[in-house]
């Protein structure tokens, strides 16, 4: 810090509030950086929260304890940047950007600014491409796009976690842009361990945020690793698949900061501006003309499973759809994606949209068929082939733990309903069921 040069200096502060300190100073702007150094030589850096008239709120990164009135305000002149180089693939940072992977400073990179504006819809190209994520619920039912915007929807305990590290290190994405806000050190540990044992590590870009660390500094994550995500996709042609965890923790830390400020909440103690804060960071997905893509995949917990609480609720608004994760695995009536009619069929197989609804069809059927059988309802010939039918798509398909490429998964479709059922149940285009069922499974099976 040393090394930068101060473009304002002001002394004596007026308020300290918690994290947030308040010094007079006239022609600074939002969001621009600062260092604050305390009377003992301890300084750390700082951001410009609100503006009124010439009093400046700034949030301190490592905190308001131990501050004096005393300290000094050094004003830098921009707003947050971050190292961008070819050097940062393979390490980790923390919010305030600096590295904490134990590998060398990288104070000579080049920076870039956080936080612009978002894409020129004149800029942008409709989405067209698949990115495979080797999960058979999204890759055959809801499809994961190229420039999609898209949360996973679930709750405490749930591994959502697991699921975001699988579609991760599983994506045939070029580059990897993991940001995790207030994780717990197994949490952080977890996707280093998973991103370096599966052979990602090297094309991946890691901004964590510990639930120890100080709470402003969450707030950077997503700026940050969407800054460098826009970089490479626009300037190397990268297809960038960016993963935030958690957005609920993400909120929560901007609700903590609005209450530091003083200013009025609005639904559930949460700001009226939450719907734009993440507007902002979503808008960011984008499938640049003539050059690479960004897509975004974040966590979303619900508390109590409340899909109508603010932070689900304004999301849903935003993003194109999403995937609902709930006793461990992915549900087919609660998932959605509103892009995938771009792909099916045209990026994948002629099959797949008639797999789709099929298959989701007779599961629907076998759902219907257990509460039949809960109730001790007598069960039809058909009801039983609808019972196995649901029990081989739970294992084969429902399990986030399965891996296959979205061909083999098609095809172990077509097994599985030759396995249940005839040709003639299958209620599908002939052409696709000629050229596609297995006949001799289906003889094997019992037809």
């Avoid at 965890?245 to 400020?261: H, I, P, R, S």
């Avoid at 196995?388 to 891996?403: E, N, P, T, Y």
Wanted: glycine content about 8%.
């Amino acid at each position: 810090m040393s090394q930068i040069q101060n473009l304002a200096r002001h002394t004596r502060l007026l308020e300290i509030v918690g994290d947030t300190v308040r010094v007079r100073a006239k022609g600074r702007a939002f969001g621009e950086m600062a260092i604050v150094e305390n009377t003992d030589g301890e300084s750390s850096l700082a951001k410009v929260v609100e503006l009124d008239r010439d009093i400046v709120s700034l949030q301190v990164f490592s905190g308001g304890k131990g501050l004096s009135t005393g300290a000094t305000v050094n004003f830098l002149g921009r707003s947050l940047d971050v190292v961008y180089s070819p050097n940062i693939l393979g390490r980790i940072f923390r919010g305030s950007g600096d590295p904490i992977d134990g590998g060398p400073e990288l104070k000579t990179d080049p920076r870039i600014q956080v936080a612009g504006p978002t894409v020129n819809p004149a800029m942008r190209v409709m989405p067209t491409h698949m990115i495979e994520t080797k999960v058979p619920m999204i890759d055959l039912f809801n499809c994961l796009v190229e420039s999609q915007k898209i949360p996973i929807f679930s709750v405490a305990g749930e591994p959502y976690n697991e699921l975001l590290a699988r579609i991760g290190f599983q994506a045939n994405a070029d580059v990897l842009v993991f940001g995790g806000m207030g994780l717990i050190f197994d949490d952080y540990h977890f996707f280093r361990d998973a991103f370096e044992s599966h052979g990602v590590f090297h094309r991946t870009v890691m901004f964590v945020n510990q639930a120890s660390d100080p709470l402003v500094e969450r707030l950077m994550i997503p700026d940050m690793a969407l800054a460098v995500a826009e970089k490479m996709a626009v300037e190397e042609n990268q297809r960038v698949l960016v993963l935030l965890t958690d957005m609920t923790a993400y909120a929560d830390a901007m609700k903590e900061l609005g209450v530091a400020q003083e200013r009025i909440p609005a639904v559930r103690g949460y700001m009226g501006d939450l719907y734009t804060q993440f507007a902002q960071r979503y808008e960011k997905a984008c499938d640049f003309k003539g050059a690479g893509s960004v897509t975004i995949l974040t966590v979303t917990t619900m508390p109590g499973d409340d899909v109508t609480h603010p932070v689900p609720d304004n999301t849903g608004y935003i993003t194109e759809g999403q995937f609902y994760l709930h006793d461990g695995i992915i549900d087919p009536f609660g998932s959605l994606s509103r892009l995938k009619q771009h792909v099916i069929g045209k990026a994948t197989r002629e099959d797949h949209g008639q797999i789709m609804n099929t298959m989701i069809r007779f599961y629907s059927g076998a759902v219907e068929a257990q509460k039949k059988q809960a109730m001790a309802f007598e069960l039809s010939p058909f009801d039983h082939k609808l019972l196995k039918f649901g029990g081989l798509f739970k294992q084969r398909f429902m399990d986030i733990a399965v891996s296959l490429p979205v061909i083999e998964a098609l095809d172990l479709c077509w097994q599985t309903l030759a396995e249940c059922f005839s040709k003639d149940e299958l209620l599908m285009k002939k052409n696709l069921v000629d050229k596609f069922y297995p006949e001799q499974l289906a003889a094997e099976a019992g037809e």
